[in-house]
Every structure is written in C-alpha cells, then in structure tokens.
T-cell receptor, first 114, second 109 residues
Framework: DVKVTQSSRYLVKRTGEKVFLECVQD?????MFWYRQDPGLGLRLIYF???????EKGDIPEGYSVSREKKERFSLILESASTNQTSMYLC?????????????FGPGTRLLVL | DAKTTQPTSMDCAEGRAANLPCNHS???????VYWYRQIHSQGPQYIIH???NNETNEMASLIITEDRKSSTLILPHATLRDTAVYYC??????????FGQGTELSVKP
C-alpha cells in the first residue's frame, strides 16, 4: 500500500513564525502535491512538484514556498505565518509524470495560527 | 475540466447498497471519472476511476452511462465506516484534480 506521511497531525504557531510542514511518501512517486482544505472552499492546490528540485505554482501559492531536495520528501514552508493560513494542509503523491494520475493523500496537518 | 453535480447528502442503512450518483454532462472524450472519499478529519482516499467501461475493485463499483454524462458509485454492503464525504471528479491528463463539495453519506445502523 502507498504510504504518505505528514510530520504533524496538529500544529499551533504564532503570527510571524516560520512554519515547516513535511511530507514523505514511500512509493517512489514522481509527483507530489500540497493542498489546503477550508470549509466551503474544498481542496485548493498550493504547489506541486513532478521531479526533484522542480516545483510549480498551484492555484493559491501566495504566502507559501516549497522544497523538494529528495524524491520522497516534499516540504511546505510558510515564511511568515498569518492567521488566514489557519487550515487543514494535505499532502499527496502520484506515480505518473502526467499531472493528476491517482493521487494518494496523507492524513493531513491541522494548523492553527494565533 | 468538466464540472460535476452531486447530491449534498444521502443516507443509507447499514448492510444495504449505497448508490451515489454524479452528473457530468460536459465531460469530454479523454476525461476520466474519479471517485475519492474523505472520512472526517482524514485525508481523501482514492476509491476507483473509469473512462468508459464499468469498473469494480475491492471497495466499490463504478457504473458509467453509455453517453458518459453521468455515473454511479456503488458500495455493495455499506458499513458504518463508510460514512464520509464522497467526491466525484472528472479529470484529464495534464489537468488538475478539482474537488467539489461532494456527497455526505451517512450510514445508519
């Protein structure tokens, strides 16, 4: 079975802090994704990566950056956390180079920014 | 990507089949129908996908109409653990997975 893990299930940070969310997949997948999920807005794509050191902006990249130094790991960085970044963050991975083949999701990180 | 329309919520008795409909009348020839579900406070879970033919796996069956404008996800023997939000997504290669509001399925004892 594909396993996608995220570093924390719950996280509380203060406004202005730098926040790192880590995601690791164990299936040698090419593609990795970061989404955020908010009530009434569904899942929105923040960034994705289809190869090591490659990244592409999704629909809502503002206020975020990403890093993919190794194939299995994809990090989401909030350079200076703000209260409007309080959300559920979901990482996903997929095998094929073509964006969007079956995606496998991690359990999510619920981030609260005070 | 084509849009989908799903009922907001449905109930199903435990042990009975749950049939979740989805309309995708603007689907184009190279677009797949994907189903995911999300149990409360967890990440979405892939269930099944198809292009034209009906598909079955250990979790569910997917019935796609001949004109491909609608589909039905069938959970043959629903259990309480199947209570979740079910998302029907139409997707083509190079596009993006776009999760709508989904159908909230409640399986009741």
């Amino acid at each position: 079975d594909v396993k996608v893990t995220q570093s924390s299930r719950y996280l509380v940070k203060r406004t202005g802090e730098k926040v790192f969310l880590e995601c690791v997949q164990d299936m040698d997948h090419e593609n990795m994704f970061w989404y955020r999920q908010d009530p009434g807005l569904g899942l929105r794509l923040i960034y994705f990566s289809y190869d090591v050191k490659m990244k592409e902006k999704g629909d809502i990249p503002e206020g975020y950056s990403v890093s993919r130094e190794k194939k299995e790991r994809f990090s989401l960085i909030l350079e200076s956390a703000s209260t409007n970044q309080t959300s559920m963050y979901l990482c996903a991975s997929s095998y094929d180079r073509v964006i969007g083949e079956t995606q496998y999701f991690g359990p999510g990180t619920r981030l609260l920014v005070l | 990507d084509a849009k989908t329309t799903q009922p907001t919520s449905m109930d199903c008795a435990e042990g009975r089949a749950a049939n979740l409909p989805c309309n995708h009348s603007t689907i184009s020839g190279n677009e797949y129908v994907y189903w995911y579900r999300q149990i409360h406070s967890q990440g979405p879970q892939y269930i099944i996908h198809g292009l034209k033919n009906n598909e079955t796996n250990e979790m569910a069956s997917l019935i796609i109409t001949e004109d491909r404008k609608s589909s039905t996800l069938i959970l043959p023997h629903a259990t309480l653990r199947d209570t979740a939000v079910y998302y029907c997504i139409v997707y083509n290669q190079g596009g993006k997975l776009i999760f709508g509001q989904g159908t909230e399925l409640s399986v009741k004892p």
